[in-house]
């Protein structure tokens, strides 16, 4: 029906576009009819003949104005009628416009280019509208009566054909057993054995006969099930039984691991506590020992006597360094390291290990050579104390296995992280010893063991340490090709602002003459110095000619080449670079020692040039323990007589004056009838220990800012933090060492004691 009337609905939009293209073209016709007498008229301007003429037009249904106008818009003729009125009206107006106007040009042909006016013709489209409407109302209204039929007759052939046989066997399902549907089948409808319902009754009994089949094997499966289930019940019963056994086992187990455990964590602390009595044990009578040893070798000896107290001394400080190696491995392992966060200068820091370790390489016939990045911070926040020991393992270790060639220090800042590179010629390690390299007690073969010694402890502890940091330590090497530790660490910048020797900083003759170098571009130490030097604006060139501004000479030079420019120059100044620590200045050279050091070499240029640091000003960022420092009352409390006589020794020859105290009631009585400026306080001592005796000392307003040191030979268990905690206010450990010993006294020292 709804097909129906959509036809209908197209062939009524098909009649309305035939309807108005009919009433253009009827229109047109009538027009055309009327052209050749209205273009006479209007030639022979014959009034009563154009009456007539539009008098005929008027008899059109459609036409409700005529009229004929001449070439000069006036109106010859015309007649008119109005329209027709009714309530349809409207729609037809909707659809056809109300009016339309048709106007055609008036010539005749003997003067065709002519112009006689033109005849204009209105019609009212009422007319063809209602014409449409009448045709459409017949065309729906049959439309609808026919689909009706139709729908009717349709509705009948499919009940008969397709409904009544599929309700059939729709009854046919209904009447189905629940208990057993796969017995049943159902029946082909008459008629329809060869049809689609004769098919689908066919396919449904089909699937019919498969359930059936299908239950008939689900019945066995779930009988053999029950089967199945009876024996697994059975054997859930064995298992839990056997697994209630074997947990009972486990429990028992896990008690024994436990009491295990306890007992591995009482014999950890039983290990920590006796290396910290070991370690007070060990260096109280070492501390004697290295002590006489030191005091002894500062004496008038024949060289053979020097030579062997030599060799005890430095059996001695080995002695020592395995024992802090040890002691502070186990204090990573026990978690007991406690880690500094203090500003600290990177760059003086790698400058004296650098220095410290030259010697050693100068033995060896190798050089130490330092390349730190011109623009690294000059400060930055951490734990200098580990770091140094870090730095000084990896270069001890890379001058042991060093026969010829360099160790190399190189320093970077890069993405908030600072790397630390040591890479030596030495004789390198295979890949098997790359894996056990960092194993405690192990090297990279015994073949090391056996030509260097070592406990192979260094870099155990390095590892342990930059880990500590929450940094990384890597390590590449290939045999007789040397090695290459990378230690990065992420240390915070601490003062970015803050510089160092700036070109500012430079004398302006340097500056202006520059720099000539007598340095062979294979010289070791060249390239360190040629970028600090370019990096304080200061031009640099070779030496080629006579005279200029500051020559920098090296003092190992194979051939005279060097002297004889030292001898012949003529400008500012001579520096003579010494590899080798044999030079000695003579006339207007200054001797810059290598490896390099930056204010060092600050320094030997602004005595190059004639000029020295400026007036009033140290060294850029000097360490603390470049002061001098008077001749101060100081107060040692140490109850080991040997320890008296070392510490009071030491003392004394840097200058100061020395009372002795047994004890922490001793030295109580000592401050209560003298006046000290630093108190060196030994923490284990019999009748009243450092600790409370510090705490006595604190309690007395007089005594609340005088410097108290803790000096112990315990290093174990957070005794920085105990002596701290008691009021001291710094700590060093012993054994006794003059050069620590001068340092933490300049450092504590009254301001009025400090010199310039």
């Not at 007498?37 to 005929?56: F, H, K, M, T, V």
């Not at 109005?82 to 106007?101: A, K, N």
């Not at 209602?130 to 139709?150: D, E, M």
Request: proline share 4%; glycine share 6%.
């Amino acid at each position: 029906m709804v097909l129906g009337l959509a036809l209908n609905v197209v062939q009524v939009t098909i009649d309305y576009f035939t309807a108005r293209e009919s009433m253009e073209q009827e229109i047109r016709a009538l027009i055309e009819i009327s052209h050749s007498p209205a273009s006479q008229i209007a030639y022979n301007i014959d009034i009563r003949l154009a009456e007539e003429l539009l008098e005929g037009l008027l008899r059109h249904p459609a036409t409700i104005d005529a009229r004929i106008i001449d070439n000069n818009g006036q109106t010859m003729a015309a007649a008119s009628q109005s329209s027709p009125e009714s309530r349809y009206r409207w729609i037809s107006d909707l659809l056809f416009g109300d009016s339309r106007v048709f106007s055609e040009d008036l010539m005749v042909p003997q003067l065709s280019e002519l112009s006689l006016g033109n005849l204009t013709v209105t019609i009212d489209t009422y007319h063809y509208g209602l014409l449409f409407l009448q045709r459409a109302g017949y065309t729906l209204v049959s439309g609808l009566l026919k689909s009706l039929v139709l729908t009717g007759a349709l509705l009948a052939i499919f009940y008969f054909v397709l409904t009544r046989p599929m309700l059939n066997v729709i009854g046919a399902l209904s009447r189905v057993r629940a208990q057993s549907p796969e017995k049943v089948r159902l029946p082909v409808p008459a008629n329809h054995r060869e049809d689609e319902i004769g098919q689908m009754v066919g396919v449904i009994n089909q699937h019919l006969e498969t359930m059936e089949s299908s239950l008939a094997q689900l019945r066995e499966a779930e009988s053999a099930i029950k089967n199945y289930s009876s024996q697994l019940e059975q054997e859930v019963d064995d298992r839990t039984r056997e697994i209630s056994k074997k947990n009972e086992a486990l429990q028992r187990g896990n008690q024994a691991l436990v009491k295990a455990k306890e007992d591995a964590v009482r014999r950890a602390r039983s290990r920590a506590n006796f290396l910290a009595s070991m370690s007070h044990e060990i260096r109280t009578p070492l501390n004697g020992v290295l002590g006489m040893l030191s005091l002894t070798l500062e004496g008038d000896l024949d060289p053979t006597q020097r030579n062997r107290l030599e060799i005890a001394l430095n059996a001695g400080q080995s002695l020592l360094g395995l024992l802090n190696d040890i002691l502070d491995i186990s204090k990573v392992e026990a978690g007991k390291l406690s880690l500094e966060n203090i500003p600290f200068s990177v760059r003086n820091l790698i400058e004296e290990c650098a220095t410290l370790h030259a010697q050693q390489a100068r033995r060896k016939n190798i050089d130490v050579v330092t390349d730190i990045e011109c623009d690294l911070p000059e400060s930055f926040i951490g734990d200098p104390t580990r770091i140094r020991q870090i730095l000084n393992n990896l270069l001890s270790n890379a001058i042991k296995f060093t026969d010829e060639g360099n160790v190399r220090i190189r320093a970077t800042h890069f993405d908030g992280k600072l790397r630390i590179d040591v890479i030596d010629t030495g004789i390198g390690m295979s890949r098997e010893g790359l894996r056990r390299i960092f194993s405690p007690f192990s090297q990279a073969d015994s073949d090391t063991t056996r030509l260097y010694g070592g406990t192979g402890l260094g870099l155990t502890l390095c590892r342990q340490l930059v880990e500590r940091m929450q940094g990384q330590i890597l390590v590449d090497s290939e045999e007789r090709r040397g090695t290459h530790f990378t230690v990065n660490l992420p240390l915070p910048v601490y003062d970015r602002d803050r510089t160092g020797i700036s070109p500012s900083d430079i004398p302006e003759a340097v500056r202006v003459s520059g720099v000539d170098l007598a340095i062979s571009h294979e010289h070791p130490h060249r390239l360190p110095i040629e970028s600090q030097l370019r990096a304080w604006s200061i031009p640099v060139r070779d030496a080629d000619r006579k005279g200029g501004g500051i020559l920098m000479v090296a003092a190992d030079n194979e051939d005279d080449s060097g002297r004889d420019f030292a001898a012949r120059w003529q400008g500012t100044g001579v520096i003579v670079v010494d590899r080798n620590g044999t030079s000695v200045a003579s006339g207007n050279q200054q001797i810059l020692s290598m490896p390099l050091r930056r204010d060092q070499l600050f320094r030997t240029l602004c005595a190059a040039a004639a000029s020295g640091p400026a007036a009033g000003r140290d060294a850029p960022h000097a360490e603390e323990g470049e002061a001098i420092t008077g001749s101060l009352n100081l107060l040692l409390v140490e109850d080991n007589q040997v320890n008296q006589i070392v510490a009071s020794s030491m003392l004394r020859k840097l200058g100061h004056r020395v009372t002795l105290a047994e004890n922490g009631k001793r030295a109580l009585a000592a401050l209560k009838s003298g006046e000290f400026d630093i108190v060196l306080m030994d923490c284990q001592m019999p009748v009243m220990d450092g600790y409370e005796a510090t705490r006595r000392i604190r309690e007395n307003p007089a005594w609340r800012n005088l410097p108290v040191i803790a000096v112990t030979a315990n290093v174990m268990q957070g005794d920085r933090d105990d002596c701290l905690q008691a009021g001291m206010n710094d700590y060093i450990t012993k054994p006794y060492n003059r050069a620590e010993l001068k340092a933490i006294i300049d450092r504590w020292a009254p301001p009025e004691s400090q010199e310039g």
